[in-house]
């Protein structure tokens, strides 16, 4: 049990420029959790898998952000044209089906600076 | 319908004092809660979580929850404050119709002192 890895662990970007982050969730882990979190707040849900299904998108998720998980392994979250607003912490989580309602492993985050 | 209010987002006590970090939630079925905390630059590590079968299940390094549904609390104590508990605590509420989704409060930062 390795956790769960976030990649990178910082990203700088230009208005307008497009980003994708990665995690790798903890191997046995069915469901797969993606969350924001802005200074001063706590995490906002965005999105979650289970297996390689989108099973919800929180409003939070415009259309420039896109997550995948396409063999129910890693997951990937796009953003397109990215904003100032955009700015934040990212943060993915894993668990098992059955232990959804019991919390979640999260990784490190990726800090997205918007400049 | 959930929602979680963290009381104080600063707290600050003396090493070896009681901590006290205050959580009331509002759910419409019964809830599951949870305590974690987030070091600078980290994710949050699940410090202990309390189900609605009324099962506790604590965590570690020495936090217990003060749950009264009355009141709709879950606060976190721990009767002997380490330096190396400085860090920001977050309160979260879920239930078995969420999917597992967690709605978060906006987290207390606790400060040590010497």
């Known amino acids: 049990d390795t956790g769960v890895s976030q990649d990178p662990r910082h990203k700088i970007t230009k208005r307008g420029q497009n980003v994708t982050f990665r995690c790798d969730p903890i191997s046995e882990h069915n469901r797969l959790y993606w969350y924001r979190q802005t200074l001063g707040q706590g995490p906002e849900f965005l999105t979650y898998f289970q297996n390689e299904a989108q099973l919800e998108k929180s409003r939070l998720l415009s259309d420039r952000f896109s997550a995948e998980r396409p063999k129910g392994s890693f997951s990937t979250l796009e953003i397109q044209r990215t904003e100032q607003g955009d700015s934040a912490m990212y943060l993915c989580a894993s668990s098992l089906f059955l232990d959804s309602n019991y919390g979640y492993t999260f990784g490190s985050g990726t800090r997205l600076t918007v400049v | 319908a959930q929602s979680v209010t963290q009381l104080g987002s600063h707290v600050s006590v003396s090493e070896g004092a009681l901590v006290l970090l205050r959580c009331n939630y509002s759910?419409?079925?019964?809830?599951?809660l949870f305590w974690y905390v987030q070091y600078p630059n980290q994710g949050l590590q699940l410090l202990l979580k309390y189900t609605s079968a009324a099962t506790l299940v604590k965590g570690i390094t020495g936090f217990e929850p003060e749950f009264k549904k009355s009141e709709t609390s879950f606060h976190l104590t721990k009767p002997s404050a380490h330096m190396s508990d400085a860090a920001e605590y977050f309160c979260a509420v879920s239930d078995r119709t969420n999917a597992g989704k967690s709605t978060f409060g906006d987290g207390t930062t606790l400060t040590v002192k010497p």
């Open positions: 759910s419409s079925v019964p809830p599951y």
